[in-house]
């Protein structure tokens, strides 16, 4: 069983996949994947509604947009320079501190979305990343219990404009939080369903090129790690996401850099859980 969303843009409703391949529409029974429905326990309900044979559960036409598999959170937190080879094409050592910045939720977009080069934007680059669903609230966690605070886990994207990002003063957040710079998905795949969070090939392919092609588990600080750290800063409530860092072979560290254009296709896809795909369009 896999969490989806479908439907229109803002007005997505909560689906699932099914072991056979076929989408099963759940509005019926639940509101919507979102803060509540971690937080009371909805992904226990979720799944024995699906063992109970999805009653009132029609089956989804195969053309329905997706959306991205969770309500848009209330905070989206990534990692910077989480692997060495990212670090290095970036010009910089790992950190002894893992770098946290948030991406604003308004860039929160669906798996199959268009991503928007946003006026006056020279430099577009995407980064494959693990996302973490977080299932309870967690703040203060040990990293031996913090796998236990965790819904499931997605494909996303972190795109960024490295202009806005690096030459424009401040903090890395204005050019990683324009609209469509966060799609999800394609759905989200249970906690209990990914036997090790560090054990999945990632990858990114622009035109049909790879250009991304790395594991989780080269990771400079794990899954645990980086939910327990976090919440020594915040805490971080059913339904938020954690971003976990890129592999090297984004754009930026190619030689000549290599952006993002309008007309350009990326690819984004984790082992075992999924693929995305958008396409650049001017804004």
């Keep these: 069983m896999k969490l989806i969303r479908f439907g229109e843009a803002g007005r997505e409703e909560p689906g699932v996949v099914l072991e056979d391949g076929r989408m099963i529409d759940a509005s019926r029974q639940f509101h919507d994947y979102d803060e509540g429905f971690f937080a009371m326990g909805g992904m226990e309900s979720l799944v024995a509604w699906v063992e109970d044979g999805c009653p009132d559960g029609d089956e989804i ?11 848009r959170p209330s905070k989206i937190v ?9 670090a290095k094409e970036s010009g910089n050592e790992l950190p002894a501190e893992p770098p946290i910045f948030l991406k604003a939720n308004s860039a929160w977009s669906g798996p199959f979305d268009e991503v928007i080069r946003p006026r006056g934007s020279t430099k577009l680059d995407y980064e494959v990343e693990l996302a973490v669903v977080i299932g309870k609230t967690a703040y203060l966690v040990s990293e031996e219990d913090a796998l236990d605070h965790v819904a499931g886990y997605s494909v996303f994207c972190d795109y960024s404009e490295r202009a806005f990002q690096k030459e424009m003063g401040g903090q890395w957040t204005k050019g990683k939080s324009h609209d469509s710079f966060g799609p999800m998905g394609p759905w989200l795949t249970p906690a209990k369903d990914v036997s090790d969070p560090q054990g999945l090939r990632l990858w990114s392919k622009v035109n049909g090129e790879l250009r991304q092609n790395g594991w989780t588990g080269d990771m400079h600080r794990k899954v645990p790690y980086l939910i327990s750290y976090i919440s020594r800063f915040m805490s971080l409530l059913p339904g938020d996401v954690i971003a976990t860092g890129t592999p090297g072979g984004v754009g930026m560290g190619m030689d000549p850099p290599r952006y993002l254009t309008p007309g350009d296709q ?13 396409r650049v369009v001017q804004g």
């Design 61 to 71: 036409p195969p053309i329905a947009r997706l959306g991205p598999p969770v309500d």
């Design 78 to 86: 990534c990692i910077g320079q989480n692997y060495l080879d990212h």
């Design 266 to 278: 990326v690819i984004i896809g984790i082992e075992g859980l999924g693929e995305m795909k958008q």
